[in-house]
Antibody
Framework: QVQLQESGPGLVKPSQTLSLTCTVS??????????WSWIRQPPGKGLEWIGY???????YYNPSLKSRVDISVDTSKTQFSLKLSSVTAADTAVYYC??????????????WGQGTLVTVSS | DIVMTQSPLSLSVTPGEPASISCRSS???????????LDWYLQKPGQSPQLLIYLGSNRASGVPGRFSGSGSGTDFTLKIRRVEAEDVGVYYCMQALQTPVTFGQGTRLEIK
């Protein structure tokens, strides 16, 4: 059973770069048909898709964040990572990683990691 | 972007009674492959979201039979046949037809 776990600093200063890693266990990050995703949730608010990446390196981003986001994958470590630059307080959120099933008859996120709170503050 | 609109935004239900949540998309979620790319998720208090329904009407593994999804095109409904205490949380619809993937605002369900 695939499990995902986020890790990274819980506090980032304004204007700096937020960096998080998601470690995949119980399955292969190189499996066909799956994209590895980042989704965030500001405190008390709804869900926002940030982007996802295929193990080949092909990535798709939310246009609202595209200029500041970079998602990468390290298949040797079964990890994928998120970098969000020039952060402000508006980027304070719980960040989730999740697997996106993109098969020919698929289109859903499952499973999700437990999430990690990142606070942007000086 | 496809805008997802849920109603109501909050719901208070007596255990054993039914519940229904509506989700409307700004454009049809029907793909050329014949599948409708609408999912439902439940975020229980203090937890990450979990998949309930995929492709409009298919229950995810382990999801109780009291949950059902229906609808087509731009109008969708999540129904809980008889609400139980463990169903509390926030329900989100989500479209996966095109990027950016977008979610509804969420509907908070509480038990009376």
């Amino acid at each position: 059973q695939v499990q995902l776990q986020e890790s990274g600093p819980g506090l980032v200063k304004p204007s700096q770069t937020l960096s998080l890693t998601c470690t995949v266990s119980g399955g292969s990050i190189r499996s066909d048909g799956f994209y590895w995703s980042w989704i965030r949730q500001p405190p008390g608010k709804g869900l926002e898709w940030i982007g996802y990446i295929y193990y080949s390196g092909t990535a798709y981003y939310n246009p609202s964040l595209k200029s500041r986001v970079d998602i990468s994958v390290d298949t040797s470590k079964t990890q994928f990572s998120l970098k969000l630059s020039s952060v402000t307080a508006a980027d304070t959120a719980v960040y989730y990683c999740a697997r996106y099933d993109s098969g020919s008859r698929a289109g859903w996120f499952d499973p999700w990691g437990q999430g990690t709170l990142v606070t942007v503050s000086s | 972007d496809i805008v997802m609109t849920q109603s109501p935004l909050s719901l208070s239900v007596t255990p054993g009674e039914p519940a229904s949540i509506s989700c409307r998309s700004s454009q049809s979620l029907l793909n050329s492959n014949g599948y409708t790319y609408l999912d439902w998720y439940l975020q229980k208090p203090g937890q990450s979201p979990q998949l309930l329904i995929y492709l409009g009407s298919n229950r995810a593994s382990g999801v109780p039979g009291r949950f059902s999804g229906s609808g087509s095109g731009t109008d969708f409904t999540l129904k809980i046949r008889r609400v139980e205490a463990e169903d509390v949380g926030v329900y989100y619809c989500m479209q996966a037809l095109q990027t950016p993937v977008t979610f509804g605002q969420g509907t908070r369900l509480e038990i009376k």
